[in-house]
């Protein structure tokens, strides 16, 4: 099975071609991810303008996407730690104690002061 890391190891340094010439032509197509793929590519400024020109042709068969990619990118190394999501132990704690969304709870937090968040904390500390 083939993973996204491969996917994005051939579109920038090997360029062997995971799609064609294999056995299972339309698993690995299936498995192929083009949201995540233009995402890794628009953390270096030499692929983003490929990757934009991908989000925008978001039709195109995910073939045709990954042998443009394939094709257009020249061959380098490239590495960059993904962007996580960072936990807020305040707007858990805000969005648990009134029961809202993360939306909502993003904007009520600003209407708190430090300490109505330390007593939102107390209240829902569980013994």
Known sequence: MTG???Y???INHNKKDLMTGTEN??????GYPPYQINKGL????????QANIMNG?????K?????????TIRPKK???KWIKKQDNDDLDAVAEYYGYSYEKAKAVLKLHSPDQII???KRLEKG
């Open 4 to 6: 996204l890391f491969d």
């Open 25 to 30: 032509d339309d698993l690995a197509e299936k």
């Open 119 to 121: 007593d939102i904390k």
């Open 42 to 49: 628009s953390y270096f400024p030499d692929t983003i303008e």
């Open 8 to 10: 994005l190891n051939s």
């Open 57 to 61: 042709c978001w039709q195109l068969d």
């Open 63 to 71: 073939k045709l996407q990954y042998l443009y990619l394939i094709n």
């Open 78 to 80: 490239r590495f960059a």
